[in-house]
């Protein structure tokens, strides 16, 4: 698993840069290219003994989905490998709170909250809750900056609202699961 993460994307090095790069959204065209990543970093990987099967799977299966809605191949839940379930859900997370040149990366805490909503039927829901679980791991001291741009410490979560724990804001504690038009926009210290 130590490697299936570094290595699911590798065969983005095969794919056109000027796809790879492009700083507006790309054509249908250009999505079908850049989704044959998956294939061509399975076939860099295949003949390497040194990386075990799963590593190799994950390359070409991180963008499968339960439900068999992914690709490259559309297999369904029982034909995906764990460490492609696992990377699957870490690689959407990156992408969603990344900056691209065509969007803005999303607060983290929102990305969260959308994977889980969203996830059902597309990702594994044991492990999309383990990785909310450990994204939300540091809790009371952690400063944060809310949606309104006030800037805040956790003092409580909640488990069955990880995403969605209590803040003061100078004195004022502002309970995020009542008060859902706030949202934690940044951590700024652990």
């Known amino acids: 698993m ?3 993460g570094p290595l699911h994307d590798i065969g983005n090095a095969l794919v056109d840069p000027a796809i790879l790069f492009k700083p507006n959204r790309l054509s249908s065209d250009e999505l079908e290219e850049m989704k044959k ?16 099967e ?6 070409l ?3 499968e989905r339960e439900d068999g809605s992914g690709y490259p191949l559309g297999v369904r839940s029982d034909k995906i490998h764990p460490y492609s379930k696992i990377v699957a859900v870490a690689d959407m997370f990156h992408a969603m709170t990344s900056d691209r040149s065509h969007k803005k990366a999303a607060s983290p805490y929102l990305v969260l909250e959308q994977i889980k909503d969203e996830a059902f039927g597309k990702m594994e829901p044991s ?3 383990i990785f909310v679980d450990k994204v939300t791991s540091f809790h009371n001291g952690t400063l944060v900056r809310l949606s309104d741009n006030r800037i805040g410490e956790i003092v409580f979560s909640e488990r069955s609202h990880p995403t969605r724990p209590w803040v003061n804001v100078n004195g004022k504690i502002i309970n995020l699961t009542l008060e ?11």
């Open 54 to 59: 799963g590593i190799k799977l994950c390359a």
């Open 61 to 63: 299966q991180h963008h």
């Open 37 to 52: 990543h998956t294939i061509l970093g399975y076939n860099l990987l295949k003949n390497v003994p040194a990386i075990n």
């Open 127 to 129: 492990l999309v809750q």
């Open 2 to 4: 130590r490697w299936a």
């Open 180 to 190: 859902r038009q706030l949202y934690i926009q940044e951590v700024i210290q652990k």
